[in-house]
């Protein structure tokens, strides 16, 4: 599993989207096999991924699951409401470290839990495209040859590609609107779906067996648009009855639909598989606060039964303050929250949230801090502290301050303090904006702070502010303060504590 040593935006915003009950909507509208257009979101979220993917060329080592469906819904292939309606779905989701080609991806795979299918690992990192990719996705009307290099190209090879055909078409069917030449004859809803059921499992695969499908794809009235038949067939059905077994029906499909979302251009590196992080460091904040620096960190535990007691030991960044073994505080807030769905089907059904609000001696400030938790039943406590490296807080001179910031209709009034008496330095930030539908999907602008006449200087340090989109998902401040340049990424706004 992916190690997560803070602090890596990448992982620590994957693990919030995967994780977290209700924050993203790429792991909440799927679920429940949620209806939508006559058929369901998990539906309209699988197919967008797997065109998005379908511009994979594995020779070249060129496109693959990287967002580039964005650039392509004109296109005859990628015809269909949900494409589109799937894409807004995912729209406030990206951040300056995470692409839309990672929430797709996410999508897929809580579209096939949403239904009732297999848990399919998760990896990060993906690149979005900043053009179209080829126009690979394959055609009903085509011959099974052309089906069969298709995938070639792709990287599946023909027993793999009835296996991915009949993983996707066990949800969803097709729409009469889109596909008039298909769908011929009236269908109720004017969706002909693949399979009689409507969750993810292998009904499509007997069906199509026992002569019962109503897979227009398989018995349409127009032949050449057959193309499931043709897929199904090439191998005189062999590996259609191999997935007769739900069991391997659901292995199959959970470890090709896996390939698939991981199917990326040959330049990009994914993580390892994200699990749920045993501990994870969450909104830490610090910002002056009254003659000393207020310091706010949350330690997420999975939730075991046991009520731990949890210190956190914190370290000066110069001089001496602390004594040997640390300053130290204990909580003063333990929440236990959900979890998603997904990580429910790993075992973990709830978290605890230990929260710290620490009051930091402004001059000698603070360093890097952990943890340590003790489970009061004579073992020795067990010490948090990022794998060996300590959580390190890498400076304290450009600072985001929750408090004196605020929130209006049009967004938020964003207040940082900066440690720099001269009132002159030239704060900016670069905001990642969100919820356009538009191609790029994801933007970003540059803001420019000014001197906040309604905080004077205090604690040594300097306010500045802007007004910040609505439209922001996350915030990177810079400035340069004696010649050093600072940033400061900042992905939420709120904290226990504040
Ligand atoms: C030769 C390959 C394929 C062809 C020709 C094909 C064709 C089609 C067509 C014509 C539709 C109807 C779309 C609509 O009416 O909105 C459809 C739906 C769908 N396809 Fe495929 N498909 C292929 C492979 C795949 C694969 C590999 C997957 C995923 C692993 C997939 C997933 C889906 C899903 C989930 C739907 C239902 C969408 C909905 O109900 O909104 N397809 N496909």
Known sequence: AAVFNWPDPLLDTLDDQLYRPFFSPASTFALNCNPRDNSTIAAQWLRLAYHDMATHNATTGTGGMDASIAFEFTRPQDVGVGMIESLVDFLVAPNEYVGMADVIAMGAINAVIGCGGPVIPYRGGRVDATEAGPATVPEPQQDLASHIASFQAQGFNQTEMIMLVACGHSLGGVRQVDFPLIVTDDVPAGIQTFASTLGFDNTIVHEYLNGTTENVLVVGSNVTTRSDLRIFSSDNNVTMQSLASSDTFNTVCADLIGRMIDTVPSTVTLTDVIEPLDYKVWNTLLFPQGGSLAFLATLR?????????????????????????????????????????????????????????????????????????????????????????????DQDVLLFDPRRSSFTIAGLEMVVGVKDPSGTTNVTALSTLTGSTEVPVTSSTTITFTLDPSWPPADGYTFYTSPISGKASSNTIHATVNGTAYSLWVPFLDAPGV
Not at 308 to 315: D, E
Not at 354 to 364: E, K, M, Q
Request: glycine share 8%; charged share 15%; aromatic share 14%.
């Open 301 to 393: 535990i999975i939730h075991t039964g046991t009520n731990p007691t949890v210190t956190m030991f914190w370290k000066e960044r110069t001089g001496s303050f602390c004594p040997p073994q640390g300053c130290s505080i204990g909580t003063f807030q333990v929440t236990n929250v959900d979890s998603s769905f997904l990580a429910s089907l790993k075992g973990v059904d709830s978290f605890d949230l230990h929260s710290f609000n620490a009051s930091v001696d402004l001059t000698t400030s603070i360093s890097y801090f952990w943890f340590e938790v003790n489970h009061n039943d004579g073992s020795a406590p067990f010490v948090v502290d990022n794998n060996g490296k300590n959580y390190t807080i």
